[in-house]
Every structure is written in C-alpha cells, then in structure tokens.
C-alpha cells in the first residue's frame, strides 16, 4: 500500500524566500507529525495534527514556521523568509494512533537548502 | 529536558557478526520505546518497539532490550549484513510525541 508521501524530495531557495512543504499522509491514519533533521543529528519534533483538534505547535523554532492540515489528511509546512539555518531535511510522519504510544510511518523527506 | 541519548555516534561491525546498539533514557515517565532504522536518503523505518511493561521483545533478526532500572535501551541485531548499514535511532514515546537520540551510524565490514 502507498506509504507516506512528501515534496518536493528537494527543494533549494534563496535566502529570505518563502518555501511550501507537503505531506500526504497514509490514507486513515489521523495523526501527522513534522520534524526537522539537520545534518548528523536526531529528529526534532516541530508540530502535531490529531483529528480535528488544535494543533500542538509546540516544536515550532520561531513564528516563520506554520503548518496547517486540510481535510484531515493533507499537511503544508510553510517556512517565511527563509534563512540559512533552516537548511534541513524535513520529515512527516503519520500514525493511526489517536493520541498514545504508537509508531509513526516516516515520508521520505524533503531536503531544503537555503543559500 | 529530558531526553534520549545514545552512547556511541559509530560501530562498525564485521559481516556475520553481532552487533549491539545501544541507548540511555532520562524520562521514567515513558511509556514505550521504539528503534528505528535509516538509510541514507530516506525516511526512517520501524524496526522494533517494546513497552516499558516487558525487559525483552524479539523480531526477525533482532531483539530489544529494556532496563528500566538504569534506563538503557539496546538493539541487538544478530548476523549483521551489509544492508544493516544504517543510521539507528531510538525513541521514547511520552503520550503523543516521540523524543530521538542522536543515532548511531553502524557500517558493516565485508
């Protein structure tokens, strides 16, 4: 079956661009998490999308991030005047469980390059 | 905060050999652990996960081990080949959210 899906797989801008990151989760699940991977580093956690609740906006690192969840499927990761720090390769993850421990399904990512 | 740690970034592992990954914890409030596994360029995978219920969970070729009483984590995976080569990462699960360590880069010597 189809997998967590992302795109672009690569994304290069300049400096002080607005990017837009999307995420197709697996069909049902009603969880969808965004991380960010920086190079040689673990996972960091930036936002959670449960069913119809408010989001858990916690992980964001400043107010030029923002995501939102249409539909209860489909996430955008929107990312304002980029800056150099934000090069990343940026993860979503869903997961069929409705607010406990579960695992979560990883897309393949998408790597931003801000020069 | 509280987080999750790895004890070595490498290991490099002769083909056929055992290797063993391993990982310490500092939240006691977790519930349950998950390893995962990613290859260069993708997403990470789901190997294992274990609840803080059980010391040991077994898969194909791997096992999981749970010491709650020193916080520690570890992955064994038994015969190791090359396509075990992989960054691994642990995670704890607190409610919702998933809290990563560092991973280990294992490389597998033919």
Known sequence: GAGVSQSPSNKVTEKGKDVELRCDPISGHTALYWYRQSLGQGLEFLIYFQGNSAPDKSGLPSDRFSAERTGGSVSTLTIQRTQQEDSAVYLCASSPSAGGPGEQFFGPGTRLTVL | G?????????????????????????????????????????????????????????????????????????????????????????????????????????????
């Open chain 2, 2 to 110: 509280e987080s999750v740690g790895l004890h070595l970034p490498t290991l490099s592992v002769q083909e056929g050999d055992n290797s063993i990954i391993n990982c310490a914890y500092s939240n006691s409030a977790s519930d349950y652990f998950i390893w995962y596994k990613q290859e260069s360029g993708k997403g990470p995978q789901f190997i294992i996960d274990i609840r803080s219920n059980m010391d040991k969970r077994q898969g194909q070729r791997v096992t999981v081990l749970l010491n709650k009483t020193v916080k520690h984590l570890s992955l064994q995976i038994a015969a190791t080949q090359p396509g075990d080569s992989a960054v691994y990462f642990c995670a704890e699960n607190i409610g919702y959210k998933l809290s990563f360590g560092a991973g280990t880069t294992v490389t597998v010597r033919a």
